[in-house]
């Protein structure tokens, strides 16, 4: 009967919402298009008695209102909220582009060093950020008063061993990859040739210069004869490979505790090729590592025979390189990740 398909449509009508715009359009097509369901209803009503028709013109107009209504209603709704945008969008439109990230510069440097060192015969070895006081310092012949066992220097965790222990067992986080050999000559034997890249940790006011982070590179040769001229000569060339040929090194003695003698070694300023600038301090050097040859009693330490072997040792820091290849002045760039600023370095390395 008509009217019971009136009523049946009318809640159906009542029911009805639309989240998006192609099922409000869904809904206009099959009951106000031009082959829907009103346009039947009306086809009908012309069948039925003239006495039936008096009641159900009525219904059937307010029928058709309702429909309209819903339609109009719905239709607001959606341009107002947009949501038939933000559900299904404009298919026509050309998708969102895939946003491709960018390399770290530090880990291009460091894997640009690592690749050199390989050429010399290398391993690549790590160890763990937070240490003990024996890998950090004493194994390395720090002596028990060094400043850089200090607080100012260095970030000491408390351990504290379960309720009421007030954490006697004291560990820091690294101040340097040196650790690394330690760990390295108690674990094997006797030639070692690696080099252990990571990061370190020291108390240090942020600024454009300091950080309390930043990431190092440790050298380490231990075999029968090995001699200061190795260490230089293995230097040079890594400073050839990396900076280029004309590049020159010098070395100037130092101190560190674990190496005996000590150096330090200096490149001629890669940016203003030693006419002098920010970067070399108008010296037109710069210094890039710390070297030597290992201690005896860091091998003793260790658990090596130095009277069989010796040894030289160095340490870098990549941020330092990675100044002097790219001209950052500004240490916080490294840890901001701000895309604008790593997307400028472009590596053929994948
Ligand atoms: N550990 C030193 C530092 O953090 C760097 C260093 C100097 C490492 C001399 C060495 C070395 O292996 O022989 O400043």
Redo the contacts with the bound molecule.
């Keep these: 009967m008509l009217q019971d398909k009136i009523a049946q449509y009318s809640d159906e009508i009542h029911a009805f919402s639309a989240g998006t715009a192609d099922e409000l359009e869904q809904f206009r097509i099959r009951f106000l298009g031009t082959k829907g369901i009103i346009k039947d209803l009306f086809e009908e009503f012309k069948t039925v008695s003239a006495e039936e028709k008096r009641v159900l013109g009525k219904v059937l107009n307010e029928f058709k209102k309702l429909a309209e209504e819903k339609y109009n209603q719905l239709k607001d709704s959606l341009s107002n909220t947009g949501s038939s945008r933000q559900t299904h969008g404009d298919l026509t439109l050309p998708g969102n582009g895939l946003e491709l990230g960018a390399r770290h510069p530090l880990v291009m440097v460091r894997t640009e060093i690592i690749e050199i060192f390989k050429k010399l015969g290398f391993n690549v070895a790590e160890g763990p950020e937070i240490e003990d006081d024996w890998h950090n310092f004493s194994a390395l012949n720090f002596p028990e008063e060094h400043p850089a066992r200090d607080m100012q220097d260095t970030f000491f965790i408390s351990l504290s061993k379960g309720e009421g222990d007030q954490g006697s067992e004291s560990v820091a986080l690294r ?4 650790s690394v ?1 330690v760990r390295m000559m108690e674990q094997g034997k006797p030639p070692f040739r690696a080099i252990m890249p990571g990061r ?1 940790y020291r108390n240090e006011a942020i600024s454009a210069r300091a950080h309390c982070f930043f990431h ?1 590179v ?3 040769y231990v075999d029968e004869n090995v001699s200061f001229a190795d260490l230089k000569q293995t230097l040079f060339y890594f400073v050839q490979e990396l900076f280029g040929e004309d590049t020159k090194v010098r070395f100037r003695p130092s101190y ?1 505790p ?2 005996e003698p ?1 150096a330090e070694m200096d490149i001629s300023c890669t940016i203003c090729k030693g006419a002098g600038c920010q970067m070399c301090k108008h010296s037109g050097w710069v210094e890039i ?4 040859m ?1 201690d005896p009693n860091v091998l003793e330490n260790c658990g090596i025979d130095s009277k069989k072997y010796t040894g ?5 820091g990549i941020e330092r390189i990675t100044n002097l290849k790219y001209e950052i002045r500004d240490l916080r760039m490294f840890s901001e990740n701000d895309i604008r600023f790593l997307k400028q370095f472009k590596t053929e390395l994948i």
């Design positions: 101040t340097h990859t040196s050999q370190v190092q440790e050298g380490l560190f674990f190496t000590s590592l710390g070297c030597g290992v030289f040792a160095f340490g870098m």
